[in-house]
């Protein structure tokens, strides 16, 4: 089974950018969609981004579009989320999540295996 663990975050201004790193251990990683969360204080959980296991298709939330990049590689056992021009209102803590066991990517019921989480300040 397959445990993550992220890293990268940090606190920057408005505009700046960071990527973050989900490192995989255990067997399979490259047999499971992987996907970014993240979750603001006093907010729910919510999908960022997901990248499939086969043919690394990529999806992101309305809100990040055009601004983050998921990419893994597998030859590391890694996942990453590029962030550019970011804004206050992405500000959270942003977890790695591995094990697609449901059909809605974004949902956070539909993943097994998740991390400690890395925290992500931006201000203005």
């Known amino acids: 089974q397959v445990q993550v663990k992220e890293s990268g975050g940090g606190s920057v201004q408005a505009g700046g950018s960071l990527r973050l790193s989900c490192t995989a251990s255990?067997?399979?990683?490259?047999?499971?969609?992987m996907a970014w969360f993240r979750q603001a204080p006093g907010k729910e959980r919510e999908g960022v981004s997901c990248?499939?296991?086969?043919?690394?298709?990529?999806y992101y939330t309305d809100s990040v579009k055009g601004r983050f990049t998921i990419s893994r590689d597998n030859s590391k056992n890694t996942l990453y989320l590029q962030m550019t021009n970011l804004k206050p209102e992405d500000t959270a803590m942003y977890y790695c999540?591995?094990?697609?066991?449901?059909?809605?990517?974004?949902?956070?019921?539909?993943?097994?295996?998740w991390g400690q989480g890395t925290h992500v300040t931006v201000s203005s």
């Open positions: 990248i499939t296991w086969s043919t690394g298709n990529t």
């Open positions: 255990g067997e399979g990683f490259g047999r499971y969609a």
């Open positions: 999540a591995a094990h697609l066991i449901g059909s809605r990517w974004h949902s956070s019921v539909s993943w097994s295996r």
